[in-house]
């Protein structure tokens, strides 16, 4: 079965518009985003607001049906990032140009190299967003609404 229109709704609210994982605002972007299950469903996860965020397409395709990856710094295979209960400021911290994710724990690191995070495009184009103006930081619900 497929997510209700107004879960769907009450997801992307919760989640400021904003990838989970990457924190693109969608409004800044020509992709619609999509609606992870963040334990998939193939493995049991549900089909419930405290198992759903909002991810950008590419984070979504890179992470797949993985729950866990790889710390490059360990070889270790740990968690990946759980949007709903994990904090991302825990995790991830941005560098001083906002332009790459820097991983501050194993499962920040893992998960910044599974869904490519700093992939060479998302890099430009944050460089390009601090160009002209735009705060990351910024509320942009009211373009996405
Ligand atoms: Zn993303």
Redesign the pocket.
């Known amino acids: 079965m497929g997510i209700s229109q107004r879960l769907q709704e009450l997801v992307r609210k919760r989640d400021g518009y904003r990838?989970a994982?990457?924190r693109?605002p969608e409004a800044l972007t020509v992709t619609v985003f999509e609606i992870d299950h963040i334990i998939p469903k193939s493995q049991g996860g549900e089909t419930h607001e405290s198992n759903l965020c909002l991810?950008?397409p590419?984070?979504n395709r890179y992470k797949g049906i993985s729950k866990t990856a790889m710390d490059p710094e360990s070889g270790e295979e740990v968690p990946l990032f759980h949007p709903r209960q994990d904090r991302w400021e825990d995790h991830f911290a941005w560098n001083h140009e906002k332009t790459l994710i820097e991983g501050l724990t194993p499962t920040g690191r893992a998960t910044i190299e599974k869904?490519k995070?700093n992939r060479l495009q998302m890099v430009r184009i944050r460089g390009l967003w601090r160009k002209i103006g735009i705060d990351l930081d910024a509320s942009f619900s009211d373009l996405s609404e």
Do not use: F, W
Request: glycine residues 0%; neutral net charge; proline residues 0%.
């Open positions: 990838c994982y990457c693109t991810a950008c590419t984070c869904l995070m």
